[in-house]
């Protein structure tokens, strides 16, 4: 779907692409999510637009029923070593905005909002993975917050094609537009 309108204060937010990432089986792979991504935030970067590269420590303390029954299993989730770092395919910049968050939103416990608004920030892109997890979370705060909202659907994946497609499908266009990279690549080549 073509994308409306691209604010003069945009900026990209690239959710948990981090090194050490498995591939995911819905949405597009890890690899091809992490090369658009890629190419997103380079085309950000050349148009002076702030890129946000956010990455995962730890996480919210409170039990859930997957948590419990993972651990009962012997299947704690254990984060790898350099899984606060963006991947190293993302082209890291000394301008960047890099968020290390503890909760799927990129937005809670984080100065990410502070961050934006001192940049002026307006509409927001928002890219990575899990789609229905840190990046449906972002998205959900950032409407909340009174950002445009842009959804690049190409640039995200999720490990459930079902919540995947649920986001993309039913969650996304409430919060905002849904689009491609190639569409975001165009307005921003023709800004």
Known sequence: MPLTELDAHAALIVVDLRNGMSDMPAGASIKDVVTRSAELADAFRNSALPVVLVSLSGGAPGRTDLGAAMKAAGQERTLPP?????????????????????????????????????????????????????????????????????????????????????????????LGEVTSHAEVLKSLKDR
């Open 82 to 174: 350099n899984a606060s770092e963006p991947a190293d395919d993302l082209g890291a910049q000394p301008q960047d905005i890099l968020i290390v968050k503890k909760r799927w939103g990129a937005f809670t416990g984080t100065t990410l909002h502070d961050d934006l608004q001192e940049a002026s920030v307006t509409q927001v892109f928002i890219v990575g993975v899990a789609t229905s997890i840190g990046v449906e979370s972002t998205a959900r705060s950032a409407h909340e917050l009174g950002y445009n909202v842009v959804l690049v659907a190409d640039a995200m994946s999720d490990v459930d094609p079902e919540t995947h497609s649920n986001s993309i499908e039913r969650v996304f266009p409430r």
